[in-house]
């Protein structure tokens, strides 16, 4: 994959990212909120998982984050979308609503692979800009490369890059709502 593809992919990122807020902003109630908490927020200096505890930057994996309407503050931040998907089927059990759900898409970041104590990782992206609608792209699963927790689902927003991500690696590509179901 050549770098200037890459930078279109950002770039196309940039443009869905300010639609979805765009978008957020015209679902009511106080419009500066409202935008300001429906952006992806960096999650490269120093930000801790809410489920362990780790430090996302420090761990190999998708970055992801969690909004809900109901709340003020800064979005739920993970280093594992296991543990992003396990938080989210609690919560809307509970009956909150979702405003946004943000997470690394491979498909517009320049990933690595890397062997570490005989596994395969790939490399974590915790830049605001590598963020897309975690709800918008097909997932890799199952696949012999991890994430910060273990076993992880790989995000896409190229359904051709994630199938053939999931042909050399292994796994399978299922989307967003299909993701509680493989827990």
């Not at 770039?11 to 902003?25: K, M």
């Not at 801790?48 to 190999?60: E, N, Q, R």
């Not at 918008?136 to 689902?153: I, K, N, T, W």
Request: hydrophobic share 40%; net charge negative.
């Amino acid at each position: 994959m050549s770098c200037p593809r890459r930078r279109v992919l950002v770039g196309a990122g940039t443009i869905a990212t300010a639609a979805t807020i765009g978008l957020a902003g015209c679902l009511g109630g106080d419009d500066t909120a409202t935008e300001e908490s429906a952006e992806p927020i960096a999650l490269d200096d120093g930000a801790t998982c809410d489920a362990c505890g780790m430090v996302i930057a420090d761990h190999a994996g998708p970055a992801r984050q969690l909004l809900y309407a109901d709340e003020d503050e800064g979005p739920a931040t993970f280093d594992s979308l296991r543990e992003l998907v396990a938080v989210h089927e609690e919560r809307e059990v509970r009956g909150d609503e979702l405003r946004a759900a943000f997470a690394t898409d491979y498909s517009s970041v320049d990933y690595r692979l890397e062997e570490r104590e005989g596994t395969q990782r790939i490399s974590t992206h915790a830049g605001a800009s590598a963020f897309a609608d975690a709800t918008e792209p097909v997932y890799v699963v199952d696949s012999a490369v991890e994430g910060a927790m273990g076993e992880e689902f790989l995000p896409f927003s190229d359904r051709g890059e994630a199938s053939a991500f999931a042909d050399e690696h292994g796994g399978e590509v299922s989307a967003w709502e299909e993701l509680g179901a493989i827990e």
